[in-house]
C-alpha cells in the first residue's frame, strides 16, 4: 500500500506545471470498475489527463474518463477524510475530493500534478440526457448513443443514497448495463484504447503495487462506508441523504 510523501516546498511557474486528473469509475450496482489498456496487450490503467485551461479539475476527471473510456461518468460524494474547510452554510455531508494526488516530473523542469477522483456511470436516464446535450439535438436514439462529444452530466443528487443510485440501474429482467461510446478519444494513442468493466478485486489484481490500485480500493471502500453509514442513519426511509 503506497504511502503519503512528506510535505515538501516547491515553486513552479506557470509554464513549467502540468495539472491533470484521473478517476476510478465504478457501476455502483455491479460493483465493477473500468479499467483501461493501450491494444491488446498494453498495461492496464484508469482513466486521465491533463486540464484543459480554464477547466476544474474535477471536470476534467470526468471529461478524460469520457475520451479515454467511452462511459459518461459523474464525481461520486464518498466518506473520504481531507483538510479543505466548509462553508458556514453548507450541510452537505460528503464530498467528491480527490483521493490521492501524485506529483512526477514529466522532464526537466516541467512538473506533473495528478489529482484522482471516484466516480460513477450514469443512469439510463441520465446517459440519455446528457448525450443529447452533447449533441446539440435530441437526435435519434441511434445518433445519441453514438455520440462522442463531452457534456458534463448533472451531479449527484442531493438526498440521493448509495441504496437508492443502486436501485436506479435495477432492470425487470436484470440490471442496467452502462453505454460504452465508441471513438472517444481525441488523439491517435487513445483511438487505440479499450475499456471494460471489471469486477474491483479484478482490478486492483491488474494495478497491482501502483498508486492506481489503491485509489480504487480508498474508493470503494469508501462507497461501502457511506452505505452503511446510509443504513445506520435511516435515510434510505426519508430525505436527510446528503450529496
Not at 443514497?161 to 453505454?179: C, F, I, M, N
Not at 469486477?199 to 489484481?205: F, K, L, N, P, T
Request: glycine share 10%.
Amino acid at each position: 500500500m503506497p504511502r503519503s510523501s512528506a510535505p515538501v516546498v516547491a515553486n513552479f511557474a506557470s509554464s513549467e506545471v502540468v495539472f491533470a486528473a484521473g478517476s476510478a469509475i465504478f457501476h455502483l450496482a455491479t460493483g465493477r470498475v473500468v479499467l483501461c489498456r493501450a491494444g491488446d496487450d498494453g498495461g492496464w490503467f484508469l482513466p486521465k489527463g491533463r486540464r484543459d485551461a480554464g477547466e476544474e479539475l474535477g471536470i476534467t476527471a470526468i471529461r478524460e474518463g469520457f475520451e479515454e473510456s467511452g462511459y459518461r461518468c459523474r464525481l461520486l460524494p464518498l466518506p473520504v477524510a481531507h483538510r479543505q474547510p466548509r462553508a458556514a452554510d453548507d450541510d452537505q455531508v460528503f464530498y467528491a475530493e480527490p483521493l490521492w494526488t501524485q506529483l512526477v516530473p514529466v522532464r526537466r523542469g516541467i512538473q506533473y500534478m495528478c489529482c484522482w477522483y471516484a466516480a460513477e456511470t450514469l443512469t439510463e436516464e441520465g446517459e440519455r440526457a446528457t448525450n443529447v446535450v452533447a449533441l446539440g439535438e435530441a437526435g435519434t436514439e441511434r445518433q445519441l448513443k453514438e455520440s462522442k462529444r463531452f457534456a458534463a452530466p448533472t451531479v449527484w443528487e442531493k438526498g440521493l443514497t448509495v441504496g437508492e443510485r443502486k436501485t436506479q440501474d435495477q432492470r425487470a429482467g436484470g440490471t442496467y448495463e452502462p453505454l460504452r461510446h465508441e471513438g472517444t478519444g481525441v488523439d491517435e494513442e487513445e483511438a487505440t484504447y479499450q475499456s471494460f468493466l471489471v469486477d474491483v478485486e479484478e482490478a486492483r489484481r491488474r494495478l497491482k503495487g501502483s498508486i492506481q490500485e489503491d485509489v480504487v480500493r480508498r474508493a470503494w471502500e469508501a462507497v461501502l462506508l457511506r452505505e452503511k453509514l446510509e443504513q445506520e442513519a435511516g435515510w434510505e426511509d426519508d430525505e436527510g441523504g446528503g450529496g
